[in-house]
């Protein structure tokens, strides 16, 4: 079954021409990768599957629904999620602060309990340390423990190992399973998980 199908996706940025004509899929149970430099258009994809970058031209279908009309936030209720590459953690606030906000923000009753449990245990070690106190990998596990509330069927990950060290990348892979299909964006092939397609942007 297909979760998403992108057909023929042009994005501008004014007269600045990001991504032209690209077609890709991910079927349930997939991991694809949009494989490519910083810069080639590969966030541009993500933002526009969330509904943040308008597209020039093309489709975006998630279950077989075209997302042309449906805001972001009317996205997120459908199942998509996406961790974006600068995080947007709330530097001040404490792990436990802004794993609430982000409870309140998606206005779902779900058991703070229920989440500190699926936590490794380095981050419920961390509750209540200020985030801008965490290394660059324990920064990215909040990040993606905030995407996990969402409960996502589909996950869009911008480089989700960029900025973490060796030690954590088995915590940071152990917090994005779960979820019916992944898309995430990398610069390179060397990736501690398995892949089952890749779309190169080098090779357009």
């Known amino acids: 079954m297909k979760l ?10 004014g007269s600045l021409l990001a991504v032209r004509d690209l077609s890709f899929s991910v079927d349930e ?3 694809v ?8 258009g590969k966030s541009s994809v993500l933002l526009a599957i969330m509904g943040v970058v308008r597209p020039a031209s093309g489709e975006i279908l998630y279950l077989g629904q075209n997302l042309r009309n449906m805001k972001p936030w009317h996205r997120v ?3 998509l999620a996406i961790l974006p590459e ?17 409870l309140e923000t998606l206005g779902k009753e779900i058991a703070f309990q229920g989440l500190q449990d699926a936590l490794p245990e380095s981050l419920r070690r961390r509750m209540k340390v200020p985030c801008r106190l965490l290394s660059g990998g324990e920064r990215q596990l909040v990040a993606i423990a905030r995407l996990k509330l969402q409960r996502p069927e589909l996950a869009l990950l ?3 190992l960029a900025g973490v060290g060796m030690d954590l990348w088995s915590e940071v892979l152990m917090m994005v399973r ?12 060397d990736l501690p998980f398995q892949v089952d397609r890749y ?3 080098m090779a357009r």
Do not use: H, Q, S
Not at 178 to 189: I, M, W
């Open 29 to 31: 149970g997939e991991t």
């Open 86 to 102: 600068n995080r947007r953690l709330f530097d001040d606030l404490t792990v436990e602060e802004n794993l609430w906000m982000a």
């Open 158 to 160: 911008d480089d989700p």
């Open 199 to 201: 779309v190169d942007f």
């Open 4 to 13: 998403l199908e992108v057909k023929d996706l042009t994005i501008r940025y």
């Open 77 to 79: 209720a459908m199942g």
């Open 33 to 40: 990768v949009l494989l490519g430099p910083n810069g080639c």
């Open 178 to 189: 779960g979820v019916k299909g992944t898309l995430l964006a990398a610069p390179r092939k």
